[in-house]
């Protein structure tokens, strides 16, 4: 194939979970021409672009059918049919998504254990198709259907939404893969990384598996759904929590993305945490009133980063054994950050006509029983000038 011409991919299952994913990103590949099949295409367009694929994504199939008998018809049929209409000139690369059920003994596992025969056959008989299998475990993220077949799904959809969900087995271990691992797999196959030689058939597993109980799971999913009212972030330290919570998010419904901070108001302005972790401390965000001080205060411990976003600003120090003031003006056209040190007692000072807006971080979670925040003037106070202790 030259530079300019374009491999063909078709997908089966296109409408799918996972096809819907493969199909987005393969249609940001160079020299790709894809061509979805879904349930809707004629047997006519099947059998045209199955003789005309390069590569086939085969992720068609049932999991879940009302009668037994469709596992063989669209497991086992649907893979039958593609083996049987592809070009016997130009046998194209196949790379099927099978299931970890394929191992057990029940109708779907053993529909696309049959299913992986199919495959291996045809590679066999013509000798110069290639095959890859993945055996995939229980894949979640982004548009998995809700109340269907996905625990992940459904737990976060119901959770998004304040209805119930069921644990029925909270010891239950799961294996879970994320959807765009899965679909990085398939995209692999397709820009010719790690593709098996002509006649081989390969089975494969697609990773990182993470294994999470039922119980865990679900614990887990309340605390992203709990943080809009707590503030407080579970970490997300590694790649599977990053995955979980933005799995959990995607379900949202569209008229909930937005939730409103508590507010706290005095002569100075106003005050709101944003958000807290025990693994970073927490932001917070004020609106201050021109002429207001904020601050005056050291702490022993805890290390703070001020930035201003909007007005103008001067914050001081000075050390708590005395000594000399020092100032740094800025304003919210600079975006510099200002470092608090311990042992330093500091403040910030709108000193600016309009209001002061200015984004906070705090290395812990403030504890009244433990606030580490001892008030002290950096400079002497004006008589009416407000106090923030």
């Not at 679909?183 to 990384?193: H, I, P």
């Not at 909007?310 to 510099?336: C, K, N, S, W």
Request: hydrophobic content about 40%.
């Amino acid at each position: 194939m030259s530079q300019s011409e374009k491999s063909v991919v078709v997908v089966t299952g296109a409408g799918g979970f996972i096809g819907r994913h493969v199909v987005d990103a393969l249609g940001r590949e160079d020299r790709v021409q894809v061509l979805a099949v879904t349930r809707a295409t004629s047997a006519a367009d099947r059998s045209d672009a199955f003789g005309r694929a390069d590569v086939v994504i085969h992720l068609a199939g049932v999991n879940r059918p009302q009668a037994e008998f469709e596992f063989e018809a669209e497991n086992v049929g649907a893979t039958r049919e593609l083996c049987e209409r592809t070009s016997r000139a130009k046998p194209p690369l196949i790379a099927y998504a099978s299931s970890t059920q394929a191992a057990l003994d029940n109708p779907y596992g053993r529909s696309k254990l049959r299913a992986e025969g199919v495959l291996k056959e045809w590679v066999d008989s013509n000798g110069r198709g290639r095959v890859v299998v993945f055996r995939l475990t229980n894949v979640f993220g982004k548009w998995c259907r809700p109340n269907y077949n996905s625990v992940v799904a459904t737990f976060c959809h119901n959770l998004a939404r304040d209805l119930p969900i069921t644990v029925t087995d909270e010891s239950r271990p799961m294996d879970l893969v994320h959807v765009d691992d899965v679909t990085a797999a398939f995209l692999a196959l397709v820009r010719g990384e790690a593709v098996p030689p002509a006649g081989a058939s390969e089975l494969r597993d697609v990773g990182p598996i993470h294994r999470i109980t039922l119980g865990k799971l679900a614990s887990t999913l309340r605390t992203f759904r709990a943080s809009r009212e707590s503030l407080v972030m579970p970490s997300l330290e590694g790649d599977w929590m990053r995955k979980l919570y933005g799995t959990y998010l995607s379900y949202l419904p569209q008229d909930g993305f937005g939730y409103d901070l508590q507010k706290k108001s005095d002569a100075r302005g106003v005050l709101a945490e944003f958000m807290k972790s025990e693994q970073f401390g927490q932001i917070f965000v004020s609106r201050t009133n021109p002429g207001v001080t904020r601050g005056n205060h050291f702490h022993h411990t805890k290390t703070e980063k001020f930035l201003v976003l909007e007005g103008q600003a001067l914050v001081r120090f000075r050390r708590i054994e005395g000594g000399d003031v020092v100032e740094y003006p800025v304003a919210g056209t600079d975006l510099r950050v200002i470092d608090i040190p311990p042992g330093w007692v500091h403040s910030i000072e709108n000193i600016g006509s309009r209001e002061l807006v200015t984004l906070f971080w705090a290395s812990e979670i403030f504890d009244p029983q433990r606030p580490d925040c001892t008030f002290a003037p950096v400079v002497s106070e004006s008589p009416n000038q407000p106090r923030l202790t």
